[in-house]
């Protein structure tokens, strides 16, 4: 694909179906070089594993950026509020203030969530059913997780309304081209707001302190200065918008795969017993994280090229869960596969914390969907709502009958 370049990742048809360029670009040229964008773009499995766990690479400004740019930049509140996040962050400071977070997503403390996650599926359905129709994202794929993150961060009853009604994650925030003048300008509008709401929470938190995962990081901001006050607010707004923004394509994404293979859907529906398996299936399948991006923090070698300190790699995650030499038949949705994990939390050191939290909030609400709404039909199932982001893919309404 000699003509390939990154403005045509945002082409109607691709934002539709990526997967026909990834397939081009896996088959063509898996390691493709692009010197004059400073950058290397991987989109075979074993290539993209290893760069994601690559110590040479990491997060870093690219080589042409100047300190005057980067000043510039920083006068943005969602560019800076973002380089504050241990999702841009190297060692030592990622090891620092993920080790605060890890805890609270553990296999044991999502475990002790499964009762609760079940409670608020059948809750939401029960408000909803009576319905018959209505859009699946605001009724229950969006809400689901926000209010299970509301719940670990300990955010009071009466301000979820706000969150439950919208999202704050910034999907072109993280995009690697650069944003729009108006999208920039919404993305300092959303991240200010975060950042007043979390830091008056916080500041409630150290007066009044109570058995959550925000006071729990309030007093790390204190002890043998863990956190500062900006990386605690900006640290607590990623996970507020990570942790429910991945369930939310997730859940979509599953249920838009599942009603194009009818087939795959009346097998798990007459065995529910393959779930587990068939969410890892919908995360090789239609990742809700399409890419993850690293630098060369040295010169290095990266997939048989030289590449100087400062190039961008990017890692095509779900490129890399269709490569056919892990995957049999890569292009078929199978809920029975069981070959190598998908790349879609990523790896290495910044394998997403989220991961056991999203399988289970998806296995949990997707099973009660199927459960309490056996008529439901898709009605968009031609032409999805999508996202116009490349990063993060994701249906903004899902449209249906039940």
């Given at each position: 694909?000699?003509?390939?370049?990154?403005?045509?990742?945002?082409?109607?048809?691709?934002?539709?179906?990526?997967?026909?360029?990834?397939?081009?670009?896996?088959?063509?040229?898996?390691?493709?070089?692009?010197?004059?964008?400073?950058?290397?773009?991987?989109?075979?499995?074993?290539?993209?594993?290893?760069?994601?766990?690559?110590?040479?690479?990491?997060?870093?400004?690219?080589?042409?950026?100047?300190?005057?740019?980067?000043?510039?930049?920083?006068?943005?509140?969602?560019?800076?509020?973002?380089?504050?996040?241990?999702?841009?962050m190297n060692p030592p400071d990622h090891?620092?203030?993920?080790?605060?977070?890890?805890?609270?997503?553990?296999?044991?403390?999502?475990?002790?969530?499964?009762?609760?996650?079940?409670?608020?599926?059948?809750?939401?359905?029960?408000?909803?059913?009576?319905?018959?129709?209505?859009?699946?994202?605001?009724?229950?794929?969006?809400?689901?997780?926000?209010?299970?993150?509301?719940?670990?961060?300990?955010?009071?009853?009466?301000?979820?309304?706000?969150?439950?009604?919208?999202?704050?994650?910034?999907?072109?925030?993280?995009?690697?081209?650069?944003?729009?003048?108006?999208?920039?300008?919404?993305?300092?509008?959303?991240?200010?707001?975060?950042?007043?709401?979390?830091?008056?929470?916080?500041?409630?938190?150290?007066?009044?302190?109570?058995?959550?995962?925000?006071?729990?990081?309030?007093?790390?901001?204190?002890?043998?200065?863990?956190?500062?006050?900006?990386?605690?607010?900006?640290?607590?707004?990623?996970?507020?918008?990570?942790?429910?923004?991945?369930?939310?394509?997730?859940?979509?994404?599953?249920?838009?795969?599942?009603?194009?293979?009818?087939?795959?859907?009346?097998?798990?529906?007459?065995?529910?017993?393959?779930?587990?398996?068939?969410?890892?299936?919908?995360?090789?399948?239609?990742?809700?994280?399409?890419?993850?991006?690293?630098?060369?923090?040295?010169?290095?070698?990266?997939?048989?090229?030289?590449?100087?300190?400062?190039?961008?790699?990017?890692?095509?995650?779900?490129?890399?869960?269709?490569?056919?030499?892990?995957?049999?038949?890569?292009?078929?949705?199978?809920?029975?596969?069981d070959e190598a994990r998908p790349l879609?939390?990523?790896?290495?050191?910044?394998?997403?914390?989220?991961?056991?939290?999203?399988?289970?909030?998806?296995?949990?609400?997707?099973?009660?969907?199927?459960?309490?709404?056996?008529?439901?039909?898709?009605?968009?199932?031609?032409?999805?709502?999508?996202?116009?982001?490349?990063?993060?893919?994701?249906?903004?309404?899902?449209?249906?009958?039940?």
């Amino acid at each position: 694909m000699s003509d390939f370049s990154l403005e045509s990742f945002f082409s109607p048809e691709i934002i539709a179906n990526p997967y026909p360029m990834y397939n081009g670009l896996r088959e063509s040229n898996p390691a493709l070089y692009l010197p004059d964008n400073h950058m290397l773009i991987l989109s075979e499995y074993e290539q993209a594993q290893a760069a994601l766990r690559d110590k040479n690479l990491g997060h870093s400004d690219g080589p042409d950026i100047t300190p005057e740019e980067i000043e510039e930049m920083m006068k943005n509140p969602s560019v800076a509020g973002l380089r504050r996040t241990m999702l841009l962050m190297n060692p030592p400071d990622h090891t620092r203030i993920r080790s605060l977070f890890v805890k609270a997503f553990d296999a044991r403390s999502v475990k002790v969530m499964e009762e609760r996650i079940h409670t608020l599926s059948h809750e939401l359905i029960d408000d909803f059913a009576g319905q018959g129709e209505g859009d699946l994202v605001a009724l229950f794929n969006h809400p689901l997780p926000v209010i299970v993150i509301c719940d670990m961060l300990g955010i009071p009853e009466t301000d979820r309304a706000q969150f439950i009604a919208g999202t704050r994650i910034q999907g072109r925030l993280i995009d690697p081209t650069p944003m729009t003048e108006a999208e920039l300008a919404e993305a300092n509008r959303n991240s200010s707001e975060s950042f007043d709401y979390f830091d008056a929470l916080c500041e409630e938190r150290r007066a009044r302190p109570q058995d959550d995962l925000l006071t729990a990081l309030v007093q790390s901001e204190t002890e043998h200065g863990k956190l500062t006050k900006e990386e605690l607010i900006s640290n607590i707004s990623l996970l507020f918008a990570a942790g429910h923004e991945t369930t939310v394509n997730l859940l979509g994404n599953a249920l838009l795969a599942l009603y194009r293979n009818p087939d795959q859907l009346a097998l798990l529906k007459s065995k529910p017993e393959l779930m587990v398996s068939a969410v890892e299936e919908f995360l090789r399948y239609d990742s809700s994280v399409q890419l993850s991006a690293r630098n060369a923090l040295v010169d290095t070698e990266v997939a048989g090229y030289e590449v100087p300190k400062g190039t961008q790699i990017l890692t095509l995650l779900a490129a890399a869960n269709r490569d056919p030499k892990v995957f049999a038949d890569p292009d078929r949705l199978d809920i029975t596969r069981d070959e190598a994990r998908p790349l879609s939390f990523g790896g290495g050191i910044h394998l997403c914390l989220g991961a056991q939290l999203a399988r289970l909030e998806t296995k949990i609400g997707l099973g009660a969907l199927l459960e309490r709404l056996p008529d439901l039909q898709l009605q968009e199932i031609d032409n999805p709502d999508w996202k116009q982001t490349i990063t993060l893919r994701g249906q903004k309404s899902i449209p249906a009958i039940w």
